[in-house]
């Protein structure tokens, strides 16, 4: 079964990280269709967090198409999205813990790495890193 877990130091709030995660589950396909999710109280038992805010995550996966909630039974998966071919995962996972590992001896902390992933993508989407 899914499990969620938290970062209490990124900064973003707790349900996000929760919705961010679910997204990310679906898109590297450990998620599907019709797999369900933590029921509320257990996620917030586990995580130790108030359940309101479980419910405010599955609430939004809700709105965003995501998830549904079946009256009784719990919340399921019920968005699509095209995941990543395992392969490519693989492939790509592979380099990015090479790359993490590179990072990490140069001295770089966790918020420098974030940074530099973060500036990154925004200089691949603009253009701007392009040689």
């Known amino acids: 079964m899914f499990a969620f877990r938290l970062d209490a130091r990124s900064g973003v709030p707790t349900y996000l990280q929760l919705v961010e995660q679910v997204r990310s589950a679906l898109l590297l396909g450990y998620l599907e269709d019709g797999d369900q999710l933590p029921p509320v109280r257990d996620v917030a038992a586990a995580l130790v967090i108030n ?31 095209d995941p990543v071919p395992p392969a490519t995962y693989a492939r790509l996972s592979r380099d990015l813990r090479r790359w993490l590992t590179a990072a990490r001896e140069a001295g770089l902390d966790q918020d420098q790495i974030r940074a530099m992933v973060a500036l990154g993508m925004q200089d691949e989407q603009t253009g701007a890193g392009a040689a």
């Open 51 to 81: 359940a309101n805010t479980v419910a405010k995550a599955y609430r939004e996966l809700e709105h965003a198409g995501l998830v549904a909630p079946r009256a009784g039974q719990g919340t399921y998966v019920v968005g699509s999205v």
